[in-house]
């Protein structure tokens, strides 16, 4: 099935710092792509996606483009707010062909902290 | 709308016992997934239902099952309780095939 690696360890920022997550991804076939945020004490809030090769997600100021040549989709935001801090998941669907969203595969997470 | 709730937030339970997680999801919304989320593991599938059919599971063992009512609904039952099933116990939900899931806030089961 699909897999996916995300950059491990925390990553900690001041207020308006750039911030990179990176994602990449095995997968046979072009399955669609998201990011899934996690605050704390709730579930997963769908942050953004991308369906095909070359999309842009965007959403709340992130964005991630689905490169198919590298095969990654890294989560970009251009000025953090501590309001941000969160737990980010890259996640595509296991199934070759990956149309079924309802079986997902996650990233390990990343523990994003935004200091003011 | 309503989000997707999950019922109860919190659970503690003993080695041994067995333990039953509902599951209500968007009105309207008739596939409803399940996933354990842990520290050491992460978030791994369980299992998919739709109109009251398990379409796909994951990799756990027997003690592990699930179900969905005609209303959408879902339980998950989780038998012969072990520490190691201590987590975080997400439903999502969605209209179906090809609609991104929405997630509930989850069920925390503590074993002991």
């Known amino acids: 099935g699909n897999s996916v690696t995300q950059m491990e360890g925390p990553v900690t920022l001041s207020e308006e710092a750039f911030l990179t997550i990176n994602c990449t991804y095995t997968?046979?076939?072009?399955?669609?792509l998201f990011w899934y945020v996690q605050y704390p004490g709730e579930g997963l809030q769908l942050l953004l996606k991308?369906?095909?090769?070359?999309d842009k997600g965007s959403n709340k100021g992130f964005e991630a483009t689905y490169r198919k040549e590298t095969t990654s989709f890294h989560l970009e935001k251009g000025s953090v707010q501590v309001s941000d801090s969160a737990v980010y998941f890259c996640?595509?669907?296991?199934?070759?062909?990956?149309?079924?969203?309802?079986?997902?595969?996650f990233g390990q997470g990343t523990i994003l902290t935004v200091h003011p | 709308k309503a989000g997707v709730t999950q019922t109860p937030r919190y659970l503690i339970k003993t080695r041994g016992q067995q333990v039953t997680l509902s599951c209500s999801p968007i009105?309207?919304?008739?596939?409803v997934s399940w996933y354990q989320q842990t520290p050491g593991q992460g978030l791994q599938f369980l299992f998919e239902?739709?109109?009251?059919?398990?379409?796909n599971k994951g990799n756990f063992p027997g003690r592990f099952s699930g179900r969905q009512f005609s209303n959408s609904r879902s339980e998950m039952n989780v038998s012969t309780l072990e520490l190691g099933d201590s987590a975080l116990y997400l439903c999502?939900?969605?209209?179906?095939?090809?609609?991104?899931?929405?997630f509930g806030p989850g069920t925390r089961l503590t074993v002991t």
């Open positions: 239902y739709f109109s009251e059919t398990q379409r």
């Open positions: 997968a046979t076939g072009y399955p669609s």
């Open positions: 009105s309207g919304h008739r596939s």
């Open positions: 996640a595509l669907p296991i199934n070759a062909g990956g149309t079924s969203y309802g079986k997902l595969t």
């Open positions: 999502a939900s969605s209209p179906g095939w090809g609609h991104e899931q929405y």
């Open positions: 991308a369906t095909k090769a070359d």
